[in-house]
């Protein structure tokens, strides 16, 4: 990498092209020229006039924001040579200890070859005495044939030489008798085992050989690999696009986060909120379903309302300036300049177009058909990613190549790369995840809305940990943003105030089934005046719930009385309140869709917030 050398001098012209800088980038806060724009900048928006630029910038501040840039780059140097120092010293004592590893390699089989010699020589010691006293014992028993034998013979000579003829007679007969025995003891010996020659070998083991073999093969007691470690310092971008490096823990453990709800703000709207995030700012947009977006200041208060037509339900910021919004039932995304207030570019991609997700130059967007697709800003597919989902794609972040997503219905979180490889699926004790972003160490956190928590998981999908909970004061979170260390969440409403308003009638879907369950095993639920949908839920005695939907509908989603239905079990009762939010929210989508004349009332009160559904609970039965 080339370094930076001080400018000796500083030219209005393009060092490129030659041509006068008149133009100028915010997405590269750089000045350009015409060829510049056209060749290199033509996907970027909110191109400027330098000359605007320069009038609105204050050029001490500026010149202060480039002296904390330079003393921050300093110190990170400095940081930089000190850690390669130190880990020159690292190498160093570890050079030595794969040294001394190496010898102890060594001691250890030889400690091994000496008790395997020791035990050989040992048996062979054994074996061999063993052998050698049989054979002593039978020279001795040999010797003594043999002196018993020569005895004989002395005695033959006497008698023969000194007694009479028949004495002699007697005498030759006995000794020969003897001899006899002796004729025959060595007859016997023929088969006897003694007299057979001992020899004393070693019959080596055939594994040796093998082992041997490897051995020779061996080319190297090991193998010396240098791992690289990426450097733990982190670019961040502050309010007025300053620059700051800053160093960062090598690694982030989990089990070591904490959060606290710190304020809790009413957000005044009768609309559901689909999607929000944090901007680089620090301020918030807000995205109604199907109403208006909102930009907020960082502390949650309305501070203008964006001109932008349409339905919109995904938002991501592309710059400083610039966001963009998913539309539906457009099948489109607008990109829209905050600054100006107005559309840019509208980009069509034939499919209901879902979550949407920012990063490096490129958006990833949940289509139908559960694709999700990588484009660019003019809209060209870079990427087509087909994944498994039992619900739409309605929440993702896009970060370093991977696309991560949650599946409220099937409760879990995914995660794939750019190739459509799944790199992991986590499932453990999520009920309804819905909103989701990622830390600053690429940890997803998650407003898990069935549970009424948020739930961080580990960067490789392997571990998890629950931040928030409801007895911490938490209901129904459905959308998080982060920024800078710090995460904001918003929920719709608060179920409890609800019931005290509303009374006996009117609650949140899980509190009227609790009321009701409290009463009787069954009850009936019932929206709208007509057409109207009923759906109806029994508790079973082993703490099953059962749910009994119209099998059949006509066009406007009414019932048709054929007599078929379906039942439906699930295990928990998050898993029952899952089924009836979704079959709600699809049958008034489909009113509105039909202009079907309906008691707008009752709906306004039963889905004028996104969560807790809002239901008139009728009919429970004794």
Not at 317 to 333: C, F, G, H, P, R
Not at 377 to 405: A, F, H, M, P, W
Not at 493 to 509: E, K, M, N, Q, Y
Request: glycine letters at 6%; proline letters at 2%.
């Amino acid at each position: 990498m080339a370094s930076s050398k001080p400018s000796q001098a500083i030219k209005p012209e393009c060092d490129k092209h030659g041509q006068d800088l008149i133009l100028y980038c915010p997405c590269h806060l750089m000045p350009c020229c015409d060829e510049c724009i056209s060749t290199s900048h033509s996907k970027c928006t909110g191109i400027k006039s330098l000359a605007g630029v320069v009038d609105k910038t204050k050029i001490e501040n500026s010149k202060e924001s480039v002296e904390t840039n330079i003393n921050s780059i300093l110190n990170l140097l400095g940081t930089l040579i000190n850690n390669k120092s130190k880990n020159i010293k690292r190498g160093e004592n570890q050079c030595v200890s794969i040294k001394q590893s190496i010898k102890g390699i060594r001691q250890e089989i030889n400690k091994h070859l000496d008790h395997l010699e020791k035990k050989l020589c040992q048996e062979t010691d054994t074996i061999w005495n063993h052998e050698k006293s049989k054979a002593t014992d039978f020279i001795s028993e040999i010797e003594g044939e043999k002196k018993n034998l020569k005895e004989i013979k002395e005695q033959l000579q006497t008698v023969t030489s000194q007694a009479s003829k028949l004495q002699s007679f007697l005498g030759v007969h006995q000794i020969e008798q003897q001899v006899h025995q002796c004729q025959r003891y060595v007859e016997d010996l023929d088969d006897d085992e003694r007299i057979k020659e001992v020899d004393i070998k070693m019959k080596q083991n055939d594994e040796i050989e093998k082992i041997l073999s490897k051995l020779e093969s061996l080319e190297s007691l090991g193998e010396v690999t240098v791992i690289k470690t990426e450097v733990a310092m982190k670019l961040e971008i502050s309010v007025g696009r300053e620059l700051k490096l800053v160093p960062l823990q090598e690694r982030s453990n989990i089990n070591n986060m904490t959060m606290n709800i710190e304020t809790k703000i009413e957000i005044n709207n009768n609309k559901d909120i689909s999607d929000m995030i944090c901007l680089m700012d620090g301020r918030v947009i807000e995205v109604q379903w199907r109403g208006k977006v909102n930009l907020l200041t960082s502390d949650g208060k309305l501070q203008k309302q964006l001109p932008i037509p349409g339905e919109p339900w995904s938002v991501t910021q592309i710059n400083e300036n610039t966001i963009a919004i998913t539309y539906l039932y457009e099948k489109a995304i607008k990109i829209f300049n905050m600054e100006k207030e107005t559309v840019t570019k509208v980009i069509t991609l034939g499919k209901e177009c879902n979550g949407l997700s920012f990063s490096n130059g490129s958006m990833a967007v949940g289509l139908s058909d559960d694709v999700i697709r990588i484009i660019d800003l003019e809209g060209n597919t870079l990427k087509s990613i087909q994944v498994d989902s039992k619900s739409d794609l309605y929440n993702l972040v896009y970060s370093n190549d991977r696309v991560i997503y949650s599946d409220y219905v099937g409760n879990a979180v995914y995660c794939y790369d750019e190739s459509g490889k799944q790199i992991w699926k986590y499932e453990q004790d999520l009920s309804g995840p819905f909103g989701l972003c990622i830390d600053t160490y690429g940890n997803i956190i998650v407003a898990d809305y069935g549970s009424n928590r948020i739930v961080v998981i580990s960067k490789d999908g392997q571990d998890s940990k629950v931040l928030i909970s409801e007895e911490d004061g938490l209901n129904n979170p459905k959308c998080i943003g982060f920024k800078h260390n710090q995460s904001s969440e918003s929920r719709s409403g608060s179920t409890a105030h609800a019931v005290d308003d509303l009374d006996a009638l009117c609650f949140s879907i899980k509190g009227a089934l609790k009321r009701c369950y409290e009463e009787s095993d069954m009850c009936f639920m019932t929206v709208g005046t007509y057409p109207s949908c009923t759906i109806g839920t029994k508790k079973t005695a082993d703490q099953m719930y059962l749910v009994m939907d119209s099998h059949s509908r006509d066009e406007s989603g009414k019932s048709v009385p054929d007599g078929k239905a379906v039942v439906l079990r699930f295990r928990s009762l998050d898993q029952l309140v899952t089924y009836i939010r979704d079959r709600f929210n699809a049958l008034v989508l489909l009113f509105v869709h039909k202009d079907i004349d309906i008691d707008i009332q009752a709906v306004l009160d039963m889905f004028a917030r996104k969560y807790p559904r809002r239901m008139l609970l009728l009919n429970p039965l004794a």
